[in-house]
């Protein structure tokens, strides 16, 4: 049963543009991560957010940017799209070892 | 080097065979899931298992600690298994992540 709500579920758009995808987990989980999956299926961790505190990957571009309310909600915003960031963006969650994912949300860029 | 191996790479099985999956891990294990990924992205955790062994109907993980390894059969396999299955360590660095192996292709022949 899914926890970690993702929206959109898919998003095309033109190479420059800006988007943004919003994440919302209903566990109670302390902690939220953003993953990419790219063609191959490999997933890399982006970004994890835990008590204010943001972790971010040294290898994301700085176009991403992750947005957060409160424990709850961790948006991701990208601010001008290229083609290469075309992928499947899996939010998660987690409150000690055990991670949740979304349904993830895949991006094509034209 | 990659962190989390995982073989074999693709399987293919005809409807009531047994799969065995491999993942192995460079590193000491601090935790380790499954996850079954259906085409079209949306990715579920099938077990956390950092060590010993689990059971879920016809999936059964066994994880190994001293041998830096984890395992996921499959037993009588159906149409319905097929996908992408995937092993993933739990790792601290700055922050709780986890870290993904590149995937078994399971195809389920009827």
């Known amino acids: 049963e899914t926890a970690v709500f993702q929206t959109p579920n898919y998003h095309v758009t033109q190479v420059g543009n800006e988007v943004s995808f919003n994440c919302k987990q209903t566990?109670?989980?302390?902690?939220m991560y953003w993953y990419k999956q790219d063609s191959k299926k490999l997933l890399k961790i982006m970004f994890s957010?835990?008590?204010?505190?943001?972790?971010v990957n040294e290898t994301v571009p700085r176009r991403f940017s992750p947005q957060s309310s409160d424990k709850a909600h961790l948006n991701l915003r990208i601010k001008s799209v290229e083609p290469e960031d075309s992928a499947v963006y899996l939010c998660?969650?987690?409150?000690?070892?055990?991670?949740?994912f979304g349904k993830g949300t895949r991006l094509t860029v034209v | 080097g990659q962190q989390v191996q995982q073989s074999p790479a693709s399987l293919v099985l005809q409807e009531g065979e047994n799969a065995e999956l491999q993942c192995n891990f460079s590193?000491?294990?601090?935790?380790m899931q499954w996850f079954y990924q259906r085409p079209g992205g949306s990715l579920v955790s099938l077990f956390y298992?950092?060590?010993g062994t689990k059971q879920s109907g016809r999936l059964t993980s066994t994880t190994v600690i001293k041998e830096r390894r984890s395992s996921l059969h499959i037993s009588s396999s159906q149409t319905t298994d097929s996908g992408t299955y995937l092993c993933?360590?739990?790792?601290?660095?700055?922050?709780?992540?986890?870290?993904f192996g590149s995937g078994t292709q399971l195809t389920v022949m009827p």
């Open positions: 298992n950092p060590s």
């Open positions: 998660a969650s987690s409150f000690g070892q055990e991670v949740f």
């Open positions: 566990l109670g989980h302390d902690t």
């Open positions: 957010y835990n008590n204010k505190q943001l972790i």
């Open positions: 590193t000491s294990l601090n935790s």
């Open positions: 993933a360590m739990g790792a601290s660095s700055g922050s709780w992540q986890l870290i």
